[in-house]
């Protein structure tokens, strides 16, 4: 062992200035106990790199599921009666295709890039799940449910906080997965399911601050 | 010398590009409470997770930690933002669950043999040429310290000072533990 000895973990991962760099490799010219010890140290490294994952030797996962489920499993939210009765109206709606909207919140339709399904009722009205259309809808609808939020009871605010934070999550998730794959249809529909799920949401607890009210 | 960069093992890039669009997908519907998503993302990274487990923790609670450490990604899947790849965040999650167990048992830690001595009777015991300590059962024997260290820089890519901060020690520290780590494992490859 020598001083350099200690300093060949530091010259095999780069990190010795200009200098030290030179000083051993000369030093490294005329001592083969160093150059050994570094061949052994690479050799080392190179193991480490090529360790191998394996499966545990038992299946973990029932002992997880079981912890979940007694932590409290599925982070579904819960809704009151007339919450949930709203909730059944919406879905039926969305599941026909069709966009359903309150006669009292007068969205302009929009340009025709992705429209939903038109319902002949005159209480339908288009909702383009583009852009500039959808975020004037979001907008609208918030607008609207602030001006009559102090009649809502705090828990079925903290449900819609709850969910639309975690429906907000998704929308993100899908548009930086677009931005990675925009060509995966996939993909722009999980974005258009989780944008419905949104307007569904602000327009049944906006039509819930409305009744109340 | 740069550190080259490596696929994950076993796999080619399309494998790996489809693997993180699968990542993605069962990521997005766990956070939402699916837990059907949440076992395929089990059953895909816990080779990763137990090999993560296994060597940092020298083959102690190894099973317990990697149960541990899916239960807590599935509390804090809400948190997770897509800045940085699943695989990475769940890594990191991992290696901090780990250090956690390790602070908590402190004292314990501190009575677990840490020299070098236990190592150098270990090799000294006379073997049969054609067997040879499996490098991983070599890891499991470094004292504490230097174990960590190697495995969070030599096995899982950090850097001295993210080791620094996740450890709470200097980069120097992390420096030397690093080559006490590196030549005590050289005499298993012999």
């Not at chain 1, 973990?9 to 001592?31: I, K, Q, V």
């Not at chain 1, 079981?66 to 109206?89: D, H």
Request: glycine share 6%.
């Amino acid at each position: 062992m020598d001083q350099w000895t200690d300093r060949l973990s530091e010259y095999l991962d780069n990190e010795l200035d200009a200098g030290e760099r030179r000083e051993l490799e000369a030093h490294l010219t005329a001592c083969a106990s160093c150059r050994t010890t570094l061949d052994e140290l690479r050799d080392v490294t190179s193991r480490a790199k090529a360790m191998n994952d394996r499966q545990p030797d038992m299946d973990l996962w029932p002992g997880i599921e079981q912890r979940i489920a007694a932590a409290g499993g599925s982070r579904r939210y819960s809704f009151s009666l007339p919450q949930l009765a709203a909730a059944g109206i919406a879905l039926m709606v969305l599941s026909g295709g069709a966009v359903w909207m309150l006669r009292q919140q007068a969205i302009q339709p929009a340009a025709p890039a992705t429209q939903a399904t038109v319902v002949d009722n005159p209480s339908v009205v288009p909702v383009n799940l583009a852009d500039a259309s959808y975020d004037e809808a979001v907008a609208d609808l918030q607008r609207t449910l602030e001006v009559g939020r102090a009649r809502l009871d705090p828990e079925t605010i903290k449900v819609l906080e709850a969910s639309l934070a975690s429906i907000d999550q998704a929308i993100d998730q899908s548009q930086r997965a677009l931005a990675a794959d925009p060509a995966n249809t996939y993909l722009y529909g999980h974005l258009a399911a989780a944008r419905q799920r949104k307007l569904a949401l602000l327009r049944r607890v906006s039509a819930l601050a409305d009744i109340e009210g | 010398m740069l550190q080259q960069e490596t696929l994950p093992i076993g796999l080619t890039a399309l494998e790996s590009k489809r693997a993180f669009d699968r990542d993605e997908m069962d990521v997005s519907r766990a956070a939402r409470g699916d837990v059907q998503a949440f076992e395929r993302l089990y059953r895909a990274h816990i080779p990763r997770v137990h090999g993560i487990v296994r060597r940092m923790a020298g083959g102690k609670d190894v099973d317990e930690l990697a149960q541990d450490i899916f239960v807590r990604a599935w509390q804090k899947l809400g948190t997770f933002r897509g800045e940085a790849a699943f695989t990475t965040w769940l890594h990191r999650l991992a290696v901090n669950v780990v250090l956690e167990r390790f602070r908590a048992g402190g004292a314990e830690r501190s009575r677990r043999v840490a020299s070098e001595a236990v190592f150098e009777t270990a090799r000294s015991t006379p073997m049969r040429p054609e067997l040879s300590i499996d490098f991983e059962a070599a890891l499991e024997r470094l004292p504490d310290g230097a174990r960590e260290v190697f495995v969070l820089h030599d096995v899982e890519g950090y850097k001295h000072h993210e080791i620094g901060s996740l450890l709470g020690i200097s980069p120097g520290t992390s420096k030397a533990q690093l080559h006490r780590a590196r030549m005590m494992l050289r005499k298993h490859l012999r």
